[in-house]
């Protein structure tokens, strides 16, 4: 296991089009987080799983995204009607909930363009 | 509220130079978490240290140490002799809830020159 994998790296759309992203955490890794990250700034908490289960999401997941875990493995974050605004670069981060360090190993991202 | 922030946006040095970087965080929690993470060019954040809030003790991990003031509410971090390959941006983070969520700064972007 190399470590948590995000694809596509890089996505380019059309404002109103829906995209998805897919994460694959560390295999034992049982939580998962996605953050958003724009230029010049630190990343933003988006949403957490534990296993399979949303636990919590931030006021800046609006409604037009949506976030799944199916069988608490890979996760998938998926934005409808794109704006302009949502161009920024959406970062994956796993952790094992049973390690006294909850240190999150973070994937390379995937950097999207809203044209 | 929680809250990060790292004043310093960017800092230049010459190579073997010492680069430290300051953290200043704001949170009603008693126990909490806080994080050095590296992000280099090619985007990827790397954990660098963790500190929780009941040890203060300072500690030197390589060319790394870190300066823990939790009555200045202060987690500062230093890079002693910088190397080219430090060059980065650097972004302080703090965890105060129970499963994990990081509050990050803004970032110090490092740049180390020959």
């Known amino acids: 296991d190399t470590g948590v994998s995000q694809n596509p790296r890089h996505k380019i759309t059309k404002r109103g089009q829906n995209v998805t992203f897919r994460c694959d955490p560390i295999s034992e890794h049982n939580r998962l987080y996605w953050y958003r990250q724009t230029l010049g700034q630190g990343p933003e908490f988006l949403t957490y799983f534990q296993n399979e289960a949303q636990l919590e999401k931030s006021r800046l997941l609006s409604d037009r995204f949506s976030a799944e875990r199916p069988k608490g493995s890979f996760s998938t974050l998926e934005i409808q009607r794109t704006e302009q605004g949502d161009s920024a670069m959406y970062l994956c981060?796993?952790?094992?909930?049973?390690?006294?360090?909850?240190?999150?190993?973070f994937g390379p991202g995937t950097r999207l363009t809203v044209l | 509220a929680q809250k990060v922030t790292q004043a310093q946006t960017e800092i230049s040095v010459v190579e073997k130079e010492d680069v430290t970087l300051d953290c200043v965080y704001e949170t009603r929690d008693t126990t909490y978490y806080l994080f050095w993470y590296k992000q280099p060019p090619s985007g990827e954040l790397v954990f660098l240290i963790r500190r929780n809030s009941f040890d203060e003790q300072n500690e030197i991990s390589g060319r790394y140490s870190w300066n823990f003031q939790k009555s200045t509410s202060s987690f500062n971090f230093t890079i002693t002799a910088s190397q080219v390959v430090d060059s980065a941006v650097y972004f302080c983070?703090?965890?105060?809830?129970?499963?994990?969520?990081?509050?990050f700064g803004a970032g110090t972007q490092v740049v180390v020159t020959p």
């Open positions: 981060a796993s952790s094992f909930s049973g390690s006294s360090y909850n240190e999150q190993f």
């Open positions: 983070a703090l965890e105060a809830d129970s499963w994990g969520k990081l509050q």
